[in-house]
Nanobody, 121 residues
Framework: VQLQASGGGLVQAGGSLRLSCTASGRTFSSYAVGWFRQAPGKERDFVCTMSRTSTAYSDSVKSRFVISRDNAKNTVYLQMDSLKPEDTAVYYC?????????????????WGQGTQVTVSS
């Protein structure tokens, strides 16, 4: 499975962006998927994850970000609203063969290349 993330860009604080992550190689509708982010000089952090039936979010993005998927398009989305400067990071999508939620990077089998999100104050 190859993952391609897109949709990043520059936005003002309070604005919105929608990231996309499209899979190729095989369908990943039965996989758990997740988004992580890495700010400059920091470790890669969990943002959110989605299985076939459940979602989970980090406290820092809960109520502002929404993860969703369109299995017909083999694509996962991350809708980001009310963006803050501290959301600035490279955002990575990931997929896991087991359809179980997990916050841990090492549990994911496939990674996209990352897309830059910059939120100006």
């Amino acid at each position: 499975v190859q993952l391609q993330a897109s949709g990043g860009g520059l936005v003002q604080a309070g604005g919105s962006l929608r990231l996309s992550c499209t899979a190729s190689g095989r369908t990943f509708s039965s996989y758990a998927v997740g988004w992580f982010r890495q700010a400059p000089g920091k470790e890669r952090d969990f943002v959110c994850t989605m299985s076939r039936t459940s979602t989970a979010y980090s406290d820092s993005v809960k109520s502002r970000f929404v993860i969703s998927r369109d299995n017909a398009k083999n694509t996962v989305y991350l809708q980001m609203d009310s963006l803050k400067p501290e959301d600035t990071a490279v955002y990575y999508c990931a997929a896991r063969r087991y359809n179980v939620l997990t916050y841990y990077m090492n549990d994911y089998d496939y990674w996209g290349q990352g897309t830059q999100v910059t939120v100006s104050s």
